[in-house]
């Protein structure tokens, strides 16, 4: 018995795709040197990174072995058990800065949120794996995915956390689109989202209107809600074509810029390793998207499919609007960028996800069911 278990486990982890090992690889090597220059403040940052990465990619090798279709039976159980997290949140949550988003568990703060964001990708990836494309349009079968999604963002909206809100919307409506949804029907939301869009301003936080006010013009409060956004274009400009060089960017180092290990990872990386060691990093994001969407075309069910495509959108939304609002494109919301930011929460839900991506190409010849 131990015998066959151990010949099945030496399968598995020779089917596993490489590809997407190697690029975690590279990225969290890249996010731990990144987080080491700029850990001089004695806060142990790149030490507690360091452990945080081990510690998720063993999930990730974990969650890659275990069957695929033990994530589809589950699917259900795990949103349901992180929606009874972010009800928590509101009654026993840590409060920041004005938001109510993590759980105290003693050794570590979970924020429920970014777990939502792949627990509604399996919920919504096991509902259409039984329902036909012909049939995805229609009303009654719309009524559960509607829930689903509606659900977890009012809850997290009450938080308030309205980026992850809206993040964990546009890769929800993204994997209706692919589950074969009407035209019509994303036209009539679109233009449904437009003509609310003015109304909703009036149900913004104070915080959150700042936000938008200082993404279209921060030079007005240069020293005050427009600062991230000015210090953090100046480090990316004042990296150049080259950088400034390994631990030499004095925007990060001389402590101009705020959440420099988090939010701000990218812009530490960019002032010292300028253009070109941008353009990598994202080339390196741009392979690994690639290759989970080219996992998710060769999934022979619905369930991997549809699973792999949301976490590669997942990733994309991640890594855009992350670059997008370090470099002034886009208001500040607080995304960080998948494996390369600090924080536990985050780089354990985006290796959760790709251990997902592993356990269905590993185990695409098995029966789902």
Request: with cysteine; net charge positive.
């Amino acid at each position: 018995m131990f015998s066959s278990f151990q010949n099945s486990f030496k399968t598995k982890i020779a089917n596993i795709d490489w590809v997407i090992i190697s690029l975690v690889l590279l990225i969290g090597t890249i996010s731990l040197f990144t987080i080491y220059s700029i850990d001089t403040d004695k806060n142990n940052y790149f030490e507690k990174h360091f452990i945080r990465f081990v510690i998720s990619f063993l999930l990730l090798l974990f969650v890659a072995i275990i069957n695929v279709k033990v994530w589809l039976r589950s699917a259900y159980i795990f949103y349901a058990f992180v929606i009874f997290l972010l009800i928590l949140v509101d009654y026993f949550g840590l409060s920041a800065q004005g938001a109510k988003r993590w759980l105290n568990f003693g050794i570590f703060n979970l924020q429920p949120s970014e777990l939502m964001k792949v627990a509604v990708i399996l919920c919504l990836a096991r509902y259409y794996q039984f329902i036909k494309v012909e049939d995805s349009d229609k009303i009654t079968k719309l009524v559960f995915p509607l829930a689903i999604i509606i659900v977890p963002f009012i809850v997290v909206v009450k938080q308030p956390d309205l980026g992850t809100a809206l993040f964990i919307l546009a890769v929800s409506i993204a994997m209706l689109w692919l589950a074969g949804l009407n035209l019509k029907i994303f036209s009539f939301g679109a233009l449904s989202v437009l003509i609310l869009a003015p109304l909703s301003i009036s149900f913004l936080k104070p915080y959150q209107k700042q936000r938008i006010l200082t993404f279209l013009n921060p030079e007005n409060d240069p020293l005050g809600a427009g600062y991230h956004v000015i210090q953090s274009k100046i480090a990316i400009g004042s990296g150049g074509l080259f950088g400034k060089g390994f631990m030499k960017g004095s925007q990060s180092n001389l402590d101009f810029l705020p959440e420099k290990h988090t939010d701000f990872i990218f812009t530490v990386f960019a002032e010292q390793f300028g253009y070109f060691g941008c353009l990598l990093l994202i080339l390196l994001f741009i392979f690994l998207i690639l290759r989970i969407n080219l996992i998710s075309k060769n999934s022979r069910n619905t369930f991997s499919r549809l699973m792999c495509f949301g976490i590669s959108f997942n990733f994309f939304v991640y890594v855009g609007i992350n670059i997008g609002m370090v470099s002034g494109l886009l208001p500040i919301v607080g995304v960080p960028i998948p494996i390369m930011s600090y924080g536990g929460t985050a780089m354990i839900t985006a290796m959760f996800a790709l251990g997902l991506v592993l356990s269905a190409h590993i185990h695409k010849d098995e029966n789902i069911y």
